[in-house]
């Protein structure tokens, strides 16, 4: 018996118009929920829209940092039916190539820290009342960078590292909703290769291999935390 539309399970995933994101909404889709889902490039979500051509994909272009953008995000969720995961995706990378952080820009600085750690927390304080009211998730996308100092990666890593301790201290404030950081590991995107302008980046995997990872880890709903792709079959099994 199929669900009826008012009461499958809702998600919001930020930028889902390509890489991890898109991957992200396309499994969910498949499992049968409806999907909000965002991204700062109109024609870019309007085509992933086409492509995954489903009527439960609500796509509602827009940038994260935008207060006015979030409201509608959750608002669009909640009239879709019982929102039970958030999926803070959206991210930004800065300069390409990327400027050490003895001559970053502070205007770039400022723009990345605005959508990787200011807007998640604005969206998940927006989202949290219908995420506790329906037993919900939240999943922010977080790096390798937050804790490795690779020279170059500065501004990204940084505000990585911001975004794990905010996810941590949500986790242990929060008792009704579980709040991870996925850290998906490589993957073969458009934001990776920026990272590295010229470089075969062939070898990272697709963000279609890293997903099942997620999935897992929503459907075990291990102890709020940090989890790794590439370690969740040990830690969960």
Not at 188 to 216: C, K, N, W, Y
């Amino acid at each position: 018996m199929s669900l009826s539309e008012n009461t499958r399970p809702v998600a919001i995933v930020t930028g889902a118009s390509r890489g991890f994101g898109r991957a992200v909404t396309a499994a969910l889709l498949d499992r049968g929920w409806t999907v909000i889902g965002d991204a700062r490039r109109v024609a870019e979500l309007e085509s992933t829209a086409r492509e995954l051509n489903s009527t439960r994909l609500i796509a509602l272009p827009g940038d994260v940092t935008d207060a006015s953008h979030r409201d509608a995000l959750v608002a669009t969720a909640s009239e879709a039916g019982p929102l039970r995961l958030l999926v803070n995706n959206a991210s930004r990378l800065g300069p390409s190539p990327q400027p050490v952080l003895a001559d970053y820009p502070a205007s770039e600085l400022w723009a990345v820290y605005d959508t990787n750690v200011l807007a998640p927390l604005a969206l998940i304080q927006a989202a949290l009342p219908a995420l506790i009211e329906h037993a919900g998730v939240i999943v922010n996308l977080t790096s390798d960078a937050a804790i490795e100092p690779y020279p170059g990666w500065g501004g990204y890593g940084s505000s990585k590292a911001a975004l794990d301790q905010l996810s941590a201290v949500l986790a242990a404030e929060l008792t009704a909703v579980p709040v991870y950081a996925f850290d998906p590991g490589d993957m073969r995107t458009e934001m990776h290769q920026a990272a590295f302008p010229g470089a075969d980046i062939s070898d990272r995997a697709e963000p279609e291999v890293v997903v099942p990872a997620l999935l897992r880890l929503l459907d075990t709903r291990p102890t709020a935390g940090r989890y790794r792709a590439s370690d969740l079959v040990g830690v969960l099994s």
